[in-house]
């Protein structure tokens, strides 16, 4: 498969995707910094969820590349595919990661007692942004796979509003 063709002068393929309308990328960037900002939600819980959920798609474009900054232990990084029994997670990330995995495929089988695990540790406001952040992530494999867009492999700088989105 082709990759979708991207908006002139794009340095990303995401980026080039969306910037086909630069209203919208641009609103994008701001609304997805944001949410990586730690004000809410801490960033290395947003990036096991991010990856959880690009593995869940089977989304290597998503699933190769790691925020800079995100703090991620090697040792999540290398048993998120068994998050459940691994030791390398505490209570929060195992609620969050629950929900995460349950997103692309299952969110209607989430369960209010699994909502109010998160809400625990997160409060309202942090687990909107959290349930906020899952559905983009997901919505991102999702474009990734259907328009064939690539991404970098390895550490990429974390999101904010004035930089290239990966």
Known sequence: MRP??????????????????????????????????????????????????????GCDAEAGMFYAGSNVTAG???NLDSWESSTHFGPVERAALRLAERIPWNHHEITDDEFKAVREYLGEAGTVALIVALALFDAR??????????????????????????
């Open 141 to 166: 494999c999702r474009l990734r796979i259907a328009f064939n867009i690539d991404a970098p492999i390895g550490e990429v700088p974390a999101p904010a509003a004035a930089g290239p989105l990966y």
């Open 4 to 57: 979708f063709p991207s908006a002139p002068g794009a340095s990303t393929g995401f980026e080039g995707f969306l910037g086909h309308r630069p209203e919208l990328l641009e609103l994008y960037r701001a609304f997805y910094a944001t949410l990586w900002d730690g004000a809410l939600v801490d960033p290395a819980l947003l990036e096991v969820c991010r990856r959880r959920i690009a593995q869940v798609h």
């Open 76 to 78: 999540q990084a290398a």
